[in-house]
């Protein structure tokens, strides 16, 4: 879709009414730009039928012209978080009734709540919107007259600028690189293997310019990764290790590394899923598809920082070679992972993979997961979950969420949680004692992973872990098609600019 800056109003495009309930409609941006019939006719039928948040009404000017008029909540009610819900109800209107040019206004989404500037906000917007004309249809058959999408949308500003126009650019590639990462994780497990997620990499890595490298089976068992060969054994499809490099800041300083879940399809293993939460595991691979995005939108957006990626990939599968409960599995580190439920496994995978961070000395990891259940059971869907022993990145990221749209709530990081994943044959046991809690008995296991070097040495690498089960999938209300929600990229793109 076109995202393009403009100050006037060109003649195919329909005008987009944003209406505060209960405001004065005259001072709208638009009216000023409509022949003066039109102008009355929107006035009269206001008059009738005030706007109501929530509201919206496509009209016929006098003119043969369309308009969409779109109540919002009243000024003092309205905040950025409604901007960006409006921004996405706009496109989904727009798609519903098969507008191929639609005009807004910028200005019209300026709320109280939002703390950046005008460009983070034209940023933001242009990543809403864009991801709202996005829908899942590759293996369904076209309508007659096809898929409909929006082709354009003209940003209307009061006074040109690059800098809008350019955050706006900026914006639409972000957006691109959520719904790419999206399209992976809708592809269904028979299709998304984990050689096929490490060729989506390679892909990606060619088209956005950033170093790929591959491990196989025989490469990940010579580096002593049990965690990830344990999972794997009972798929015939074998793992792979995805290894992403943008460095592209200065030749000294240390990379911020990104570790994404990848199982491209989690059964539970030998410790079956309940049909009913299965069908969506397909989707278990999203922190890994977040990963590869992330960097190739740094990657287009030029980033000068050095960020890695890292992806283990597997598939949990029940069979006659599956790893087994009780298994005790050597982790890269050499801590073994006493395995007490094999659907536990996002956790014994990253084992490994967080290890393998250490050796870029990064200032920072960050994973990347669809973790636990139990983190949508705490938080419902509109919200990742975030651990952290960092104040300050705890601090950074919600405010990045909320900059963004992608939502981070954190939970507790604290080592009275240890006792409850303390293994009786092995170090760590991957699930915790009782059925409490089990997102931050997750995180508390991760944590073993990043806080000792397998050395002994007492380095301590900060580190962040977002569960991003809660935000695996849209909901009712979001305003984006069924499926992927692509959970996590604006956040940690902006983050890893801005940091
Ligand atoms: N991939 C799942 C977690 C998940 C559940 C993600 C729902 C998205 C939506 C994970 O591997 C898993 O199965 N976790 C178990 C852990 C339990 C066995 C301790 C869970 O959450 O039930
Ligand atoms: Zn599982
Ligand atoms: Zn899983």
Known sequence: ?????????????????????????????????????DRNHITAF????????????????????????????AKDKFSHRKAFLAARRIVSLARSEKLKHIAVSLDGFLAPGFLGTTEALAEALATQVEIANFEFVKYKTAPQWGWFFVDQISVLVKKHSPQIAQALARGKIIGEEINSARTISNTPGGDMTPIKLAEAAVRAGENCKFKVSILNE????????????????????????IIMEHLKGGKNEKPVVLVGKGVTFDTGGLNIKEDEHMSEMHMDMSGGAAVIHILSALSRLKTKKNVIGIVPAVENMPS??????????????????????TDAEGRVILADALEYSKKYKPRLVVDIATLTGAAVVALGQRASALFTTSEDLERALRSTGEQTGDFVWPLPLWE???????????????????????????AAFLWQFIKDSSAGSDIVIPWVHID???????????????????AAIALLVKFLRES
């Open 1 to 37: 879709m076109k995202i393009a800056l403009a100050n006037i109003l060109s003649k195919d495009a329909v005008p987009v009414f944003l209406l505060h309930e209960g405001g004065a409609t005259r001072k709208h941006q638009f009216f000023k730009l409509l022949a003066k019939d």
């Open 218 to 241: 025989k490469e990940i068992r010579r580096l002593g990764m049990g965690g990830i060969i344990g999972v794997s054994r009972g798929s015939t499809e074998r793992p792979r290790f």
């Open 46 to 73: 206001l008059k009738k039928s005030p706007p109501k948040a929530d509201c919206s009404h496509l009209i016929f000017m006098p003119s043969k012209r369309e308009a969409l008029l779109l109540g919002v909540a």
């Open 468 to 486: 991003i089960a809660p935000r695996m999938t849209s909901i009712e209300g979001d305003y984006l098609a069924k499926g992927a929600a692509g």
């Open 320 to 341: 006659g070679s599956s790893y087994h409960p009780g298994d005790l599995l050597k982790t890269m580190s050499g801590k073994t992972i006493e395995v007490l439920n």
């Open 416 to 442: 009275e949680y240890e006792e409850d994943i303390k293994g009786t044959f092995g170090d760590v046991a991957n699930i915790g004692k009782t059925r409490y809690g089990g997102a931050v008995t997750a």
